[in-house]
């Protein structure tokens, strides 16, 4: 079955760290990747997308992920994180399934960010 | 610009009664999914529908009915209401014509609780 896997479930950072939020998913046909993020107590916001082209993509706030198609990854990361930055962050995974699309979640990454 | 809307945005309902949760996509949107989010949980899909019609269903408890309208907006109809479904439910809406149904745009969901 298709899945998408983040390897962090936790991940706590001083401000000014650098963050890279793992990302692997398994589809072997065309995907759309996504991260969305989540604040505390709101609805998912879309941090960045990747359908074509540049495996680099840059999304709002600073953060950046690149797809490695051989390995199946789409890792989220950003080189100097702020406090405001804690949130959950979800990888997804869009693929054509059954004539269908059929977006998969991740199961998120909780990142604390002290001051 | 329009975003997907929601309502109502909380709602607190007793067991074993029911609720109605509303979703209005963003115009010219015939697709519309519903997620669930539990606490600490990813969204798992429970069903979506295109141009009127169920074209996908997730994991959906069979006590849980949805429809689409012909103004394209959805409802999803929650029977016999456990503690277990208290949760956040997200919808989403995309266009296939626009987007190719590569994205899904979320609403700001409804948090239901059930005491």
């Known amino acids: 079955a298709q899945s998408v896997s983040q390897h962090n479930h936790h991940v706590i950072l001083s401000e000014a760290a650098s963050l890279e939020l793992g990302c692997n998913y398994s589809?072997?046909?065309?995907?759309?990747l996504f991260w969305y993020v989540q604040y505390p107590g709101q609805h998912l916001q879309l941090l960045l997308k990747?359908?074509?082209?540049?495996?680099l993509v840059k999304g709002i706030k600073g953060f950046e992920a690149e797809f490695i198609k051989s390995k199946f990854s789409f890792n989220l990361r950003k080189p100097s994180v702020q406090w405001s930055d804690t949130a959950e962050y979800f990888c997804?995974?869009?693929?054509?399934?059954?004539?269908?699309?059929?977006?998969?979640f991740g199961s998120g990454t909780r990142l604390l960010v002290r001051p | 610009a329009a975003g997907v809307i929601q309502s109502p945005r909380h709602l607190i309902k007793e067991k074993r009664e029911t609720a109605t949760l509303k979703c209005y996509p963003i115009?010219?949107?015939?697709?519309v999914y519903w997620y669930q989010q539990g606490p600490g949980q990813d969204p798992q899909f429970l069903i979506s529908?295109?141009?009127?019609?169920?074209?996908d269903k997730g994991s959906i408890p069979d006590r849980f009915s949805a429809q689409q309208f012909s103004d394209y907006h959805s409802e999803l109809n929650m029977s016999s209401l456990e503690l277990g479904d208290s949760a956040l439910y997200f919808c989403?809406?995309?266009?296939?014509?626009?987007?190719?149904?590569?994205?899904?745009?979320f609403g700001p969901g409804t948090r239901l609780t059930v005491l």
């Open positions: 990747y359908f074509s082209g540049d495996p």
């Open positions: 997804a995974v869009n693929a054509m399934m059954d004539s269908s699309y059929k977006l998969i």
């Open positions: 989403a809406s995309s266009s296939p014509l626009a987007s190719g149904g590569e994205e899904q745009f």
């Open positions: 589809y072997g046909g065309t995907v759309n």
């Open positions: 115009p010219r949107h015939d697709t």
């Open positions: 529908f295109y141009e009127k019609m169920q074209s």
